[in-house]
């Protein structure tokens, strides 16, 4: 394509010279930003609408449990409200909203009637602790780095496919799954 | 649909997003409920926590409170259909069951489900395969469940979900216990590694052999 250009040579030599320069520009600055997203990268995003569906991920279960939890972010950037109102996961007979808390050392566990609330401009996060997705009578364990292929249904974006990424056993959020605040210092006495 | 990654405007605010999303999850967790320990110290401390129970282990064949006599325990309750807090803890006792290393070697850590309908000690055993084998399972009758809830001072409560199906609010707390049976103290869900060995290691040294 460069060398199509028919004007006259110093011109031609000084524009090959900027594409060239623009392109190892483009280049480095890509490999900059690639480096500077890795953590972007290794989570991953979904859409609904105007809503963005951050990491849905869920945790790595023990031998034979047949319940999980799936944790993500809901990032409204309409100006209507929206309503999370279910959810599907494959290996899943079904999947409810959740809500974890607790009170005196009890930990309190309540279904959601209605879904959860997505405000205009707004978010919500489901997490460890609060609001999840109960994937119950999974017919496998759930194993730490496999993707559980899912939906996600709005009242008014309707339903989209989602994948959620099964991380560690201990995970409690944050995009590499390590995050677990128990753990996180070395095993030192 | 994914999302695409290709120009560098949508890598740019994926970067920022993605730092954001750390800062919030950092800020988020740091102030986690407590699990009001103040209001647990309370009523743990009353020096009524514990008591006989008999229950059908996980390992097989009976297990008493007379068995556990002459050395320090852990004992804590719920259940397999527990989608974070059970697995959790079951995990974060296991990480400090390999810290204590060779020392805690004589620490009995019991699970008792409060959900024996259930769970079976035949399911307790294969979920429990997935931790320490230390940890012992225990199930048995509704009464004797019952019993020992009771003794323990921990709260149960089935709740409904969709279809017939139920999910349980369940006390949290690892109660510690020393080689009399007798209360020593509590780990909370969300103590840290360093509490939680802190804590082990002061009911090993009270009564059990030095490491």
């Not at chain 1, 119950?136 to 996600?152: D, E, R």
């Not at chain 1, 989209?160 to 201990?170: D, G, L, R, T």
């Not at chain 2, 993605?18 to 699990?35: H, N």
């Not at chain 2, 008999?54 to 852990?74: E, H």
């Amino acid at each position: 394509m460069l060398n199509s250009f028919r004007i006259p040579g110093a011109f031609a030599r000084l524009c090959r010279r900027m594409y060239l320069e623009e392109a190892l520009a483009a280049a480095a600055f890509a490999m900059f930003l690639l480096t500077l997203s890795a953590q972007a990268l290794m989570a991953h995003e979904f859409k609904a609408g105007a809503i963005e569906i951050e990491h849905p991920w869920t945790r790595a279960t023990p031998n034979g449990a047949s319940v999980g939890a799936g944790y993500l972010v809901l990032k409204n950037e309409g100006t209507t409200p929206d309503r999370l109102v279910a959810a599907t996961a494959e290996g899943a007979q079904k999947v409810e909203i959740h809500e974890m808390s607790m009170k005196d050392g009890v930990m309190i566990m309540r279904p959601v009637a209605g879904g959860i609330a997505v405000p205009a401009q707004g978010s919500v996060a489901l997490k460890p602790g609060s609001y999840h997705l109960m994937l119950m009578g999974l017919k496998q364990p759930l194993k730490q780095g496999a993707m559980v292929n899912g939906t996600l249904t709005f009242e008014k974006a309707g339903t989209v496919p989602v994948q959620f990424k099964v991380e560690s056993i201990a995970a409690q959020g944050g995009s590499d799954g390590g995050g677990h605040d128990h753990m996180t210092m070395p095993s030192g006495k | 649909m994914k999302s695409s990654k290709l120009s560098s405007g949508t890598l740019v605010a994926l970067g920022v997003a993605a730092f954001a999303l750390v800062a919030a999850a950092v800020v988020a967790a740091a102030p986690f409920i407590r699990p009001g320990d103040a209001g647990v110290a309370s009523v743990a401390s009353a020096a009524t926590v514990g008591g006989p129970f008999r229950l059908v282990s996980s390992r097989g064949g009976a297990l008493s409170d007379v068995d556990l006599k002459g050395k320090p325990f852990a004992i804590f309750f719920g259940f397999t259909h527990c989608p974070e807090v059970c697995p959790t803890s079951l995990w974060d006792m296991s990480e400090a069951l390999k810290r204590l290393g060779p020392k805690g070697e004589d620490l009995k850590v019991l699970f008792v489900t409060v959900d024996p309908e259930r769970d079976t000690p035949e399911i307790l055993a294969r979920y429990l395969q997935s931790f320490d084998p230390r940890i012992i399972g225990l199930s048995g009758a509704r009464k004797d469940i019952d019993a020992v809830a009771r003794a323990y001072r921990v709260y149960w409560r089935k709740i409904p979900t969709s279809d017939g199906d139920y999910t349980m609010d369940h006390t949290s707390l690892i109660y510690l216990m020393d080689a009399e049976g007798g209360y020593s103290g509590f780990i909370a869900y969300k103590d840290d590694a360093e509490t939680r060995d802190r804590k082990l290691n002061a009911l090993l040294d009270a009564k059990g052999p030095t490491g």
